[in-house]
C-alpha cells in the first residue's frame, strides 16, 4: 500500500484489480472489488475511489472512466472489463490482486492498461499461492502477446472446447494434446481442406 500511496502523491492514478466483484462463500480467498471499496476508501483518504465491474449499465462504467480519466477518481477498483478499450493514459499503476487466478494472455493485456502515457509505470501481480510464481514469471520475461497466449495455452490447457471450463487439459484428446500438437491439427485441416476441394 505504500508504493500505491507513493504514486498518489506523485500525481498518478492506480488500478487495483479483482478477480470477482463480491464475496464469495465457495471461493472465500478471493479479493472482491465491492467489499474492498470501502476499505481502500478509507485508507487512502483524500483520494477518490470508483468501482467499475461487469455488471454495472453502461452508462455507469462510461461516467466512472470519464471520472478516471479527468482525475475526478485517483484508484479505480475494477474487474477484469478494464482489459481492453480503456485508455487512461496517465493511469501509472496497477496492482492485480489473486493474480494467480487470471491467465497470462489476460495479464499481459490488463497491464497494457498502464504505461500508456510519458510516467513510468509499474504493475504489481499479488498471488495468494507460491505455486503460481513459476507462472507468473512468464509475465516478467516477455511482452509478446502471442508468446504469453502460447505459454498460457501449454501450462494451463485449453479447458473445453463447448464447455465452460477455461483450463485444464481435453481428455477427448487421448492421444494428440491440443497446446503441444496443435501445429499438427493445423496441418491435418489444411490437407482436409485442400482433399475436399
Not at 461516467?63 to 477518481?73: A, M, V
Request: glycine share 10%; net charge negative.
Amino acid at each position: 500500500m505504500g508504493m500505491m500511496l507513493d504514486e498518489l502523491e506523485d500525481g498518478g492514478k492506480v488500478y487495483l484489480v479483482y478477480p470477482i466483484i463480491e464475496l464469495s462463500e465457495q471461493l472465500p480467498q478471493l479479493r472482491a472489488a465491492s467489499a474492498d471499496f470501502g476499505v481502500i476508501s478509507h485508507r487512502f483518504q483524500g483520494y477518490n475511489c470508483g468501482l467499475l465491474h461487469g455488471k454495472m449499465r453502461s452508462e455507469e462504467k462510461e461516467e466512472t472512466l470519464r471520472k478516471f480519466r479527468s482525475g475526478e477518481i485517483h484508484i479505480l477498483l475494477a474487474t477484469q472489463v478494464i482489459e481492453i478499450g480503456v485508455d487512461v493514459p496517465d493511469a501509472s499503476m496497477m496492482v492485480v490482486l489473486n493474480s494467480e487466478r487470471f491467465g497470462i494472455a489476460q495479464l499481459h493485456q490488463l497491464r497494457g492498461r498502464v504505461g500508456r502515457g510519458t510516467k513510468q509505470s509499474k504493475c504489481i501481480l499479488v498471488t495468494s499461492t507460491v505455486s503460481s510464481l513459476n507462472r507468473l514469471k512468464v509475465l516478467e520475461q516477455s511482452s509478446d502477446g502471442f508468446y504469453l497466449a502460447n505459454m498460457d495455452l501449454l501450462l494451463r490447457g485449453p479447458g473445453d472446447l463447448l464447455g465452460k471450463k477455461q483450463s485444464g487439459h481435453l481428455p477427448e484428446f487421448p492421444v494428440a494434446r491440443l497446446e503441444v500438437d496443435g501445429n499438427i491439427l493445423e496441418d491435418a485441416h489444411v490437407a482436409a481442406l485442400v482433399i475436399v476441394e
